[in-house]
């Protein structure tokens, strides 16, 4: 087999991951977990918080581990290792989800946090594969085709579903099968990864004395360290964990946002979610394209500024049909925002660093992460009662005017994180970690 052609099936493979965990966001991220925990699990306001304690705590524990074990993978070359393994524990809890039913609000809580530890913590490491299978010239271009094929995987996963889920009625059982379904479809597709990937770096020998764990704090502390000299690297991150907040608060309440506002049922969730997927590949190659031709920040302004546009007119949308254009429009944006994040890092990242740039990447992401989702859970329960309380408002219309509010926040994240991003020296910051890498090469 050439080069080339083993380099193209290493992509393949990387691409096929992203299909079966895409499937995974779909399903219990944002067409039909959520919902139905909101709705047919918890019930309510308290429903939009308790999703949002969910989805924080679990960015938060991966906050606190992948920076670590982001250095022990590079050191032991067990990126492959590290990955399969946070996998395995999201196809398990993920079917596991079958068994949660109204009132289990402990356990569905408990076994989506789990399910999410996985999913975000593997991450880490597929992200961190990028730079060891894509050339920087090419990383650009295998970082949108991976959000692309990745959101296939995903409307295919909700074309399997939506069927039952509208043909069976009066029970939740469709519902609930999506989730062990989902589980083995993501667990398939990352046969080929598993197969085909190969992980370039070799195991270092551990120093007398020494252990991973203690290993692995170290060489993060020699990475914040080494950051004063990356100065752009680190106004980026500031930016990426203000702007990613508003990016994840649109995901993750997307589909209450449709219940609540607009009384969607759950096929049209799933309807909904599948245009958005349909629209983020057009994002995903389309901002590939962009980024290589202008240059990937100015790229990211433009999708962020798409992106806010599509959450002002959300603010003053009031027909379904205006809610499921504003959808297509964030879901071309909001993949954009996420691909051109991911590809900066891998263009900034020295080289033989990537897992410990990726993990500080993961680290910012789900730092900011556990507090959107959080403040917008709590804001829409305090805002709903405040009307409810103080307007005389109806229960459902008192709601309503929580999701508003807390719609409204997401734009602060996103202008911050915007203002903060024109500050950036794309160049600079390129420069940066090619001099970096040249130093340790030559032993300086």
Request: aromatic residues 14%; hydrophobic residues 50%.
């Given at each position: 087999m050439t080069q080339e052609k083993a380099v193209n099936r290493e992509h393949r493979a990387w691409y096929m991951y992203d299909f079966g965990n895409s499937a995974y966001a779909a399903i219990v991220l944002l067409a039909i977990y959520s919902a139905y925990f909101k709705d047919g699990v918890v019930g309510g306001a308290e429903g939009s918080r308790l999703w949002g304690v969910s989805v924080g705590i679990a960015m938060l524990v991966v906050a606190i581990i992948s920076p670590i074990l982001g250095t022990i993978a590079d050191f032991s070359a067990s990126k492959k290792r590290f990955l399969f393994l946070f996998s395995f524990i999201t196809w398990v809890f993920t079917a596991l989800l079958f068994f949660v039913e109204k009132g289990d609000i402990f356990i569905g809580m408990l076994f989506f946090i789990l399910a999410e530890i996985g999913y975000r913590g593997g991450q880490v490491f597929y992200n961190s594969l990028l730079p060891e299978i894509a050339s920087p010239e090419e990383i650009g271009r295998v970082s949108g085709n991976g959000w692309a094929i990745g959101n296939i995987g995903g409307i295919l996963a909700l074309l399997i579903l939506l069927p039952p889920i509208v043909l069976i009625k009066g029970t939740t059982l469709p519902v609930r099968l999506a989730f062990p379904i989902t589980a083995l479809f993501f667990a398939l597709s990352t046969i080929p990864a598993y197969r085909w990937i190969k992980e370039r770096a070799s195991a270092q020998k551990l120093p007398l004395g020494e252990s991973y764990p203690t290993l692995g704090f170290k060489r993060l502390a020699r990475t914040i360290r080494s950051a004063r000299q990356f100065k752009e690297f680190i106004k980026f991150m500031i930016a990426y964990l203000i702007y990613n907040d508003g990016i994840l608060m649109t995901l993750n309440f997307a589909a209450i946002i449709g219940a609540v506002l607009y009384g969607m049922e759950q096929q049209q969730i799933i309807i909904f979610m599948i245009i958005v997927q349909i629209t983020s590949i057009g994002g995903a190659y389309g901002f590939a394209v962009i980024g290589e031709k202008v240059g990937y920040k100015r790229s990211l302004v433009y999708a962020l500024l798409g992106m806010s546009a599509a959450i002002i007119w959300m603010l003053f949308n009031q027909t379904l049909i205006g809610f499921f254009i504003i959808g297509a429009t964030a879901g071309f944006m909001l993949t954009g925002v996420q691909s051109l994040s991911r590809t900066m890092v891998g263009v900034f990242a020295p080289k033989g660093q990537s897992a410990e740039f990726f993990g500080l990447f993961s680290v910012v992401g789900r730092?900011?992460?556990?507090?959107?989702?959080?403040?917008?859970?709590?804001?829409a329960l305090w805002a709903a009662r405040w009307f409810e309380n103080n307007r005389e408002l109806g229960t459902l219309l008192a709601e309503q005017a929580g999701q508003?509010?807390?719609?409204?926040?997401?734009?602060?994240?996103?202008?911050?994180?915007?203002?903060?991003?024109?500050?950036?020296?794309?160049?600079?910051?390129?420069?940066?970690?090619?001099?970096?890498?040249?130093?340790?090469?030559?032993?300086?």
């Amino acid at each position: 087999m050439t080069q080339e052609k083993a380099v193209n099936r290493e992509h393949r493979a990387w691409y096929m991951y992203d299909f079966g965990n895409s499937a995974y966001a779909a399903i219990v991220l944002l067409a039909i977990y959520s919902a139905y925990f909101k709705d047919g699990v918890v019930g309510g306001a308290e429903g939009s918080r308790l999703w949002g304690v969910s989805v924080g705590i679990a960015m938060l524990v991966v906050a606190i581990i992948s920076p670590i074990l982001g250095t022990i993978a590079d050191f032991s070359a067990s990126k492959k290792r590290f990955l399969f393994l946070f996998s395995f524990i999201t196809w398990v809890f993920t079917a596991l989800l079958f068994f949660v039913e109204k009132g289990d609000i402990f356990i569905g809580m408990l076994f989506f946090i789990l399910a999410e530890i996985g999913y975000r913590g593997g991450q880490v490491f597929y992200n961190s594969l990028l730079p060891e299978i894509a050339s920087p010239e090419e990383i650009g271009r295998v970082s949108g085709n991976g959000w692309a094929i990745g959101n296939i995987g995903g409307i295919l996963a909700l074309l399997i579903l939506l069927p039952p889920i509208v043909l069976i009625k009066g029970t939740t059982l469709p519902v609930r099968l999506a989730f062990p379904i989902t589980a083995l479809f993501f667990a398939l597709s990352t046969i080929p990864a598993y197969r085909w990937i190969k992980e370039r770096a070799s195991a270092q020998k551990l120093p007398l004395g020494e252990s991973y764990p203690t290993l692995g704090f170290k060489r993060l502390a020699r990475t914040i360290r080494s950051a004063r000299q990356f100065k752009e690297f680190i106004k980026f991150m500031i930016a990426y964990l203000i702007y990613n907040d508003g990016i994840l608060m649109t995901l993750n309440f997307a589909a209450i946002i449709g219940a609540v506002l607009y009384g969607m049922e759950q096929q049209q969730i799933i309807i909904f979610m599948i245009i958005v997927q349909i629209t983020s590949i057009g994002g995903a190659y389309g901002f590939a394209v962009i980024g290589e031709k202008v240059g990937y920040k100015r790229s990211l302004v433009y999708a962020l500024l798409g992106m806010s546009a599509a959450i002002i007119w959300m603010l003053f949308n009031q027909t379904l049909i205006g809610f499921f254009i504003i959808g297509a429009t964030a879901g071309f944006m909001l993949t954009g925002v996420q691909s051109l994040s991911r590809t900066m890092v891998g263009v900034f990242a020295p080289k033989g660093q990537s897992a410990e740039f990726f993990g500080l990447f993961s680290v910012v992401g789900r730092t900011s992460s556990f507090i959107g989702p959080t403040i917008y859970g709590f804001l829409a329960l305090w805002a709903a009662r405040w009307f409810e309380n103080n307007r005389e408002l109806g229960t459902l219309l008192a709601e309503q005017a929580g999701q508003k509010v807390a719609i409204a926040s997401i734009l602060i994240f996103l202008f911050t994180g915007l203002f903060l991003l024109l500050r950036v020296n794309e160049k600079k910051a390129v420069e940066d970690a090619k001099k970096y890498s040249l130093e340790n090469e030559n032993g300086v």
